[in-house]
């Protein structure tokens, strides 16, 4: 049943983004950078963690996830190590998921014959 859960809130996220870019002139990097921000602030107000108790990864893998996960980072740096938290929470909270969306996306690409588009 999680699984379930998880599939169809991560859809509803979706298909709300793809409705956002459809009915909007935004462009995609904007509504990426909504996303992200959108999940900050709500996981600021404590609304964004018991969403994702409650639909698993259908919330935390969406760039909603994202955000959380670099708000986190910041409250827990800046519990320990004060303002200078501030500065450094936000990078060790999501180092590990960008490195490995550039390790991936690098080892992709020597599979994959990719292609300039001219």
């Known amino acids: 049943m999680d699984y379930i859960k ?13 409705i956002l870019m459809e009915k909007t002139k935004m462009l995609p990097g904007r509504i990426m950078v909504l996303l992200v921000c959108s999940g900050a602030v709500l996981s600021a107000i404590g609304i964004y963690e018991p ?28 519990a320990s190590e004060g303002f200078l938290g501030l500065f450094q929470g936000g990078f060790k909270a999501g180092a590990v998921g960008c490195s490995g969306a550039l390790i991936f996306g690098y080892l992709a690409s020597l599979l994959t014959n990719s292609k300039m588009k001219e």
């Open 6 to 18: 998880a599939f169809l809130i991560g859809g509803i996220i979706c298909a709300l983004v793809q």
């Open 51 to 78: 969403f994702v108790e409650f639909a698993g990864a259908g919330a935390s893998v969406p760039l909603l996830g994202f955000g959380n996960v670099l708000m986190k980072g910041i409250k827990e740096a800046v």
